[in-house]
């Protein structure tokens, strides 16, 4: 999993190495570290990190430890993980209006960041590949009934992309 977390230590030399250190010792893997200087509260700085961590044991290990070495947590979150999901929609899909198809898909927060439409004739049906944007499982659920209750009331037939397993 993919952690956020806001720290703040104090203004002196020899504390970000205390605070990192315990994220590695217990597995996890640095992505990013932002030390916010011209946020300076009193004698502590805020830093903003980004890890990876396979548990939430070892999660919570890292925070005990991050705490007994005097590290304050003001934030922490998991990140959520960007996707872009992929489906067909075959139908009459210009004449069923697909600004409101798109513009219901982009209601759910996701984004339609890609589309090819073909349509071979006015009165034929038309496809069009949509590639939208979600951040976690919770918003793709969300965009997949979406799609499915539009494909409903337009009498649209949807083919979703595989998802791999792992």
Request: net charge negative; charged share 35%; proline share 3%.
């Amino acid at each position: 999993m993919r952690i956020s977390l806001r720290i703040e230590l104090k203004d002196k030399p020899g504390q970000l190495i205390k605070a990192i250190e315990p994220i590695s010792k217990y597995g996890g893997n640095i992505v990013s570290i932002v030390h916010v200087r011209e946020e300076t509260r009193g004698e502590r700085v805020p830093v903003h990190l980004i890890f990876t961590i396979e548990d939430r044991k070892s999660l919570e290990k890292i925070l005990d430890e991050l705490e007994r070495r005097d590290v304050l947590i003001s934030k922490i979150g998991e990140e959520k993980k960007k996707e872009v999901i992929s489906m067909v929609l075959i139908g009459h899909i210009v004449d069923s209006d697909l600004k409101d198809t798109l513009d219901r898909i982009n209601s759910t927060g996701a984004k339609v960041v890609d589309l090819d439409l073909i349509m071979p004739h006015p009165e034929k049906e038309s496809s069009a590949k949509l590639g939208v944007e979600v951040y976690g499982e919770e918003q793709k659920e969300m965009v997949l009934k979406v799609v499915d209750e539009v494909a409903r009331e337009k009498d649209f037939l949807v083919i979703r992309a595989l998802e791999v397993l792992r």
